[in-house]
């Protein structure tokens, strides 16, 4: 789950971290009244859960309200990589001398939360690990002792030889990584951590992925989700009780079990097609998941063909055959389906299928195949 740089920014704050104060405005006159009540000048700052909105436009500094309101009236509204900004964070803006960058991240290799941080910040820190890795250090951290202060250190001194500014630098290190764990975030980062030209080491963006994993035992965290700001097909699907990731293919995947999903996409890519989505209707499903699972599907109109994949195993795929049949009689479909269906209840699934007028194999190359060359109308190999 991602929330936003304010939210993001309430709980470093609380952790201890400086940040200039800032209020959320949904319109313009709000965002006037904030920047009078913080009375020096202000940044107006798109909330959306993306990264590069300063490059987008969605980032704007205001040196009085009535900029602010002109900034907010520009910012609210606007489409940033398809997310449209319903809320703007007007924060006290900060005078900079210097951008570093500071994250955390759950990482596979080591198994282990991973500090990374860089004097180089403020711009991609992907296009700095790709040209320049070495402004870059890297430092896995084990759980069991959490940040050691002398990695603290080691962290603060890489971004500023001055020991005041690596002391303040190595505090905000150990701040944000309590809150990495306290919070259950798959990534935590400041971006940039700026020096200003008093020499203070501010905070002034923040970003923090959560592990959907551990929001069950965090119910402060669970609340901060802001299901207007996610793609309308994952909340759906999400509240279906389905996992599903959109994508930018054609063709649209109905799978069940995330491994067979997996293994789905990738053929789809190795036959030449481009998925249009990750979707796992789970192990034991009922007919209502596909409906709904098709429906979700079918709303994205780059969807050009259908694909399910189904291995019966607990799944009783006959469940899912009559879920199709509900599912298209209620709803008829406007792109082709290409069904493969193998295990449990197999013969009586074909039936079903038979019956209503869908042809079905058991074949998954052969339906793969199939599906790629109905959404690229035969252009594929
Ligand atoms: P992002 O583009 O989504 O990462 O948004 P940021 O909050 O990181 O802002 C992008 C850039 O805008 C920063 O790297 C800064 O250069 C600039 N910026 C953001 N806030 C301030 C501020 O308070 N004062 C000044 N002078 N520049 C700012
Ligand atoms: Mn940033």
Do not use: W
């Not at 449209?84 to 570093?100: F, H, N, R, Y």
């Not at 002391?167 to 975030?185: E, H, K, N, T």
């Not at 929001?215 to 599903?244: H, K, M, Y």
């Not at 789809?268 to 429906?295: C, H, M, Q, T």
């Amino acid at each position: 789950m991602n929330i936003h740089e304010y939210q993001a920014k309430e709980i470093l704050r609380a952790a201890g971290v400086p940040i200039p104060p800032g209020e959320i405005a949904t319109t313009p006159d709000q965002a006037e009244a904030i920047a009078r009540r913080i009375g020096k000048a202000v940044v107006v700052k798109a909330q959306v859960h993306v990264g590069g909105r300063g490059k987008a436009g969605g980032v704007k500094l205001a040196k009085s309200p009535e900029e602010a309101r002109e900034k907010a009236q520009a910012i609210l509204g606007m489409s940033i990589k398809g997310l449209t900004v319903q809320k703007v964070l007007v924060a006290e803006a900060a005078d900079i001398a210097s951008e570093a960058y500071v994250g955390i991240i759950m990482d596979r290799a080591s198994k282990r939360p991973v500090f990374m941080v860089s004097a180089a910040g403020g711009i991609d820190i992907e296009e700095v690990a790709a040209t320049t890795p070495e402004k870059i250090l890297k430092l896995p951290i084990d759980p069991r002792y959490g940040l050691l202060p002398f990695q603290a250190m080691r962290l603060g001194f890489f971004l500023y030889d001055d020991l005041a500014k690596a002391r303040a630098a190595a505090r905000i290190m150990g701040q944000l990584y309590r809150a990495f764990v306290d919070s259950g975030c798959s990534l935590a980062e400041i971006n940039p951590l700026v020096v200003t030209p008093a020499g203070e080491v501010v905070a002034i963006d923040a970003k923090m992925a959560i592990d959907d994993n551990e929001l069950d035992r965090r119910s402060s965290i669970a609340v901060l989700r802001d299901e207007s700001a996610e793609a309308p097909s994952e909340v759906q699907a999400r509240n279906a009780g389905l996992t599903f990731i959109k994508l930018d293919g054609n063709v649209g995947c109905c799978v069940n079990g995330a491994g067979l999903a997996m293994a789905t996409m990738d053929l789809v890519k190795y036959y030449g097609g481009e998925p249009a989505n990750f979707l796992d209707i789970g192990g034991s499903s009922n007919p209502e998941k596909v409906v709904n699972a098709l429906r979700i599907i079918t709303a994205d109109t780059n969807v050009k063909a259908i694909l399910f994949n189904i291995f019966g195993g607990i799944t009783r795929t006959d469940d899912v055959a009559n879920g199709i049949v509900t599912a298209t009689k209620t709803n008829p479909l406007q792109v082709p389906i290409v069904i493969r269906l193998t295990g449990t209840n197999e013969e009586l699934a074909m039936k079903i299928l038979t019956e209503n007028g869908f042809s079905a194999s058991s074949d998954m190359d052969e339906a793969v195949q199939r599906a790629v060359a109905l959404a690229t109308g035969g252009k594929a190999a």
